[in-house]
Structures are given as structure tokens and as C-alpha cells.
Nanobody, 125 residues
Framework: QVQLVESGGGLVQAGGSLRLSCAAS????????MAWYRQAPGKQREMVAG???????KYADSVKGRFTISRDNAKNTVYLQMNSLKPEDTAVYYC???????????????????WGQGTQVTVSS
């Protein structure tokens, strides 16, 4: 099973940018679907962006035009470039390999040990 480690979070002012990275312990080039999720305090975990092995992407309406997901299979890394950040983007961000049933529905996979620790993003107003 591929282990994923998220990094790149931090504190930023509204309107600023951050780039999150998700490094895999092994090759995920054969993994079709990768996604970034986030969870704010008191809220459900939600899918923010997803990318297929072929490079097709999808985004939550709340981040379209501001966030960009990309993957570098040679580096076994997935990125999330976040621009024009808003206070409501404040959350812990997680990356995950997912099956098509989760990718296309946007429903997060069950919470289990396969999730990483995530990286905290805090946007101040």
C-alpha cells in the first residue's frame, strides 16, 4: 500500500498562495485516481480536487479557478497550488489514492489508517 505524506501548509493572509505537496513512499504511477481533501473544524471532510493518471482533473465549485492539482509520476508526488486563498479555505488538507467510486462521487473514503496526518492551512482575514 502506498503511504502518502502531505506538506506545505502554513499561515497565510487572505489573497495569498500556498503549494501543498503529497509525496508517496512508493510508485503510484499505476494509481488511477488521486485526490486532495480538506476538513475544517466542525465540518465534514470534503473533496477539493482530483486527478487521474492521464491528467484529467476535477475541482469543487468552491475552489474552481483558484486551485490547481497536478502530479509528477517521476517524483511520485501530487501537488495542490492554492491561489487567492480565503479564510474559508482554512482546514487540514489530506491527499489520498482513491477508487473510482470515490473519485467520481466526491464522497470521501472511510476514515481509517490509510489516511495521512494532513497539513494545516490557515488563512487569516
Amino acid at each position: 500500500q502506498v503511504q502518502l505524506v502531505e506538506s506545505g501548509g502554513g499561515l497565510v493572509q487572505a489573497g495569498g498562495s500556498l503549494r501543498l505537496s503529497c509525496a508517496a513512499s512508493g510508485s503510484f504511477s499505476s494509481t488511477n485516481f488521486m485526490a486532495w481533501y480538506r476538513q475544517a473544524p466542525g465540518k465534514q471532510r470534503e473533496m477539493v480536487a482530483g486527478i487521474t493518471s492521464g491528467g484529467s482533473t476535477k475541482y469543487a465549485d468552491s475552489v474552481k479557478g483558484r486551485f490547481t492539482i497536478s502530479r509528477d509520476n517521476a517524483k511520485n508526488t501530487v501537488y495542490l497550488q492554492m491561489n487567492s486563498l480565503k479564510p474559508e479555505d482554512t482546514a487540514v488538507y489530506y491527499c489520498k489514492t482513491v477508487g473510482p467510486e470515490y473519485y467520481f462521487t466526491g464522497v470521501p473514503p472511510p476514515l481509517d489508517a490509510s489516511w495521512g496526518q494532513g497539513t494545516q492551512v490557515t488563512v487569516s482575514s
